[in-house]
């Protein structure tokens, strides 16, 4: 059986309902096929190399990761060069981003196909086809030989309505954003990678859920207009805006960025302790820290040890004994104590804190 049986099948999570894998197969036959041939040809795929039943769920089951994807955007170009509505699809998380990929490269990298099936996925109200036309919007422009105001200014004119209700996530890299303005936009855990930006970016009415900002310009410059943002999100964001002399570092963005540290030593979740590799304690929010490295410095002297682990050549670090309760109690109760305050009272004095 041929793949064109169940391309235009929708696929949800890996999986293929039964009564709709029969009709495709009836259909590619052009129905002339009886009810026993049918069957028959269903036996057969039990074993196909492309899928198989699992009689538990009563489904079709997708066998390879990357046949899934091309069958999902198979489904999505027919649907839009049929103009059909989009029967409740949904598309996992960790899925979208090869998903976006694959449809942009089916479409040539052309930017008038991509933003045709961009327009076509806004129409439905969707959370999970909004961020997919955003990602497709990404990787077309990335794939453009474009420099950064050129990319910028092409994904703007990709939308109909230019950068409004919009949901942004991952990466976004080597942009110019200068003089754009992000209307009603959510952005979930983007991480900007040397981006540009300017005292006229303006997120306005926007949306920012962590994140975080590395090696770009002018982040600190960005007009925050109306916009509702997280913990996570404000640490990085006051962080540039002090680094552009916006704001003063204060004792309570101190103690900010200590907490930070602090739990890159403890698994989302979880209350045990890991240890960490020295590269990896200036990644993330804390990397736009203005005194990063005088922080990190005090944590080693009286919070953090370095251990030896096998196969691993950085210096590892993990919290010491005598500090091990101080780092519970903050965790629990958001408060330095003991070794913790002492190193909070050491940073103030040297940095001449207020």
Request: glycine share 4%; proline share 1%; charged share 25%.
């Given at each position: 059986m041929k793949l064109y049986a169940i391309e235009n099948i929708n696929v949800h999570e890996g999986f293929i309902d039964n009564d709709i894998f029969k009709l495709s197969i009836a259909c590619s036959s052009n129905n002339k096929l009886s009810?026993?041939?049918?069957n028959e040809v269903l036996n057969?795929?039990?074993t196909h190399s492309l899928v198989s039943w699992d009689s538990s769920n009563q489904k079709w089951v997708i066998k390879q990761p990357q046949v899934e994807i091309s069958?999902?955007?198979?489904?999505?170009i027919d649907a839009m060069a049929a103009k059909n509505r989009m029967p409740?699809?949904?598309i996992p998380e960790n899925k979208i981003n090869d998903?976006?990929?694959m449809l942009v490269g089916m479409l040539d990298n052309e930017i008038s196909k991509c933003r045709n099936i961009i327009e076509y996925l806004l129409n439905f109200n969707s959370n999970d086809l909004n961020k997919l036309a955003v990602l497709i919007s990404i990787r077309c422009v990335e794939k453009n030989k474009l420099n950064r105001s050129e990319k910028a200014n092409t994904l703007a004119e990709l939308f109909k309505n230019g950068l409004s209700d919009l949901l942004f996530g991952g990466n976004i890299s080597d942009f110019d954003m200068s003089g754009k303005r992000?209307?009603?936009c959510t952005f979930n855990n983007v991480r900007w990678n040397n981006c540009k930006f300017d005292s006229?970016?303006?997120f306005e009415k926007c949306v920012i859920k962590g994140g975080n900002a590395n090696y770009c310009d002018g982040f600190g410059k960005i007009q925050f207009v109306d916009s509702e943002i997280n913990r996570d999100a404000n640490v990085y964001i006051v962080n540039s805006q002090i680094k552009e002399g916006k704001k003063s570092y204060s004792k309570d963005n101190l103690k900010d960025d200590v907490g930070i540290l602090i739990r890159k030593f403890v698994p989302r979740g979880m209350s045990v302790f890991k240890?960490?590799?020295n590269n990896n304690l200036t990644r993330g929010n804390i990397s736009s820290s203005k005194y990063r490295d005088e922080i990190l410095d005090e944590l080693k002297r009286c919070v953090i040890e370095s251990h030896q682990v096998s196969g691993v050549r950085d210096d590892v670090y993990r919290i010491s004994n005598k500090a091990k309760d101080n780092v519970k109690f903050y965790l629990n109760n958001n408060v330095f104590v003991g070794v913790l305050q002492e190193c909070i009272d050491n940073l103030v004095r040297k940095l001449d804190l207020k």
């Amino acid at each position: 059986m041929k793949l064109y049986a169940i391309e235009n099948i929708n696929v949800h999570e890996g999986f293929i309902d039964n009564d709709i894998f029969k009709l495709s197969i009836a259909c590619s036959s052009n129905n002339k096929l009886s009810d026993d041939e049918l069957n028959e040809v269903l036996n057969k795929m039990r074993t196909h190399s492309l899928v198989s039943w699992d009689s538990s769920n009563q489904k079709w089951v997708i066998k390879q990761p990357q046949v899934e994807i091309s069958l999902v955007s198979l489904f999505i170009i027919d649907a839009m060069a049929a103009k059909n509505r989009m029967p409740n699809l949904i598309i996992p998380e960790n899925k979208i981003n090869d998903i976006s990929s694959m449809l942009v490269g089916m479409l040539d990298n052309e930017i008038s196909k991509c933003r045709n099936i961009i327009e076509y996925l806004l129409n439905f109200n969707s959370n999970d086809l909004n961020k997919l036309a955003v990602l497709i919007s990404i990787r077309c422009v990335e794939k453009n030989k474009l420099n950064r105001s050129e990319k910028a200014n092409t994904l703007a004119e990709l939308f109909k309505n230019g950068l409004s209700d919009l949901l942004f996530g991952g990466n976004i890299s080597d942009f110019d954003m200068s003089g754009k303005r992000f209307l009603k936009c959510t952005f979930n855990n983007v991480r900007w990678n040397n981006c540009k930006f300017d005292s006229n970016t303006i997120f306005e009415k926007c949306v920012i859920k962590g994140g975080n900002a590395n090696y770009c310009d002018g982040f600190g410059k960005i007009q925050f207009v109306d916009s509702e943002i997280n913990r996570d999100a404000n640490v990085y964001i006051v962080n540039s805006q002090i680094k552009e002399g916006k704001k003063s570092y204060s004792k309570d963005n101190l103690k900010d960025d200590v907490g930070i540290l602090i739990r890159k030593f403890v698994p989302r979740g979880m209350s045990v302790f890991k240890s960490v590799e020295n590269n990896n304690l200036t990644r993330g929010n804390i990397s736009s820290s203005k005194y990063r490295d005088e922080i990190l410095d005090e944590l080693k002297r009286c919070v953090i040890e370095s251990h030896q682990v096998s196969g691993v050549r950085d210096d590892v670090y993990r919290i010491s004994n005598k500090a091990k309760d101080n780092v519970k109690f903050y965790l629990n109760n958001n408060v330095f104590v003991g070794v913790l305050q002492e190193c909070i009272d050491n940073l103030v004095r040297k940095l001449d804190l207020k």
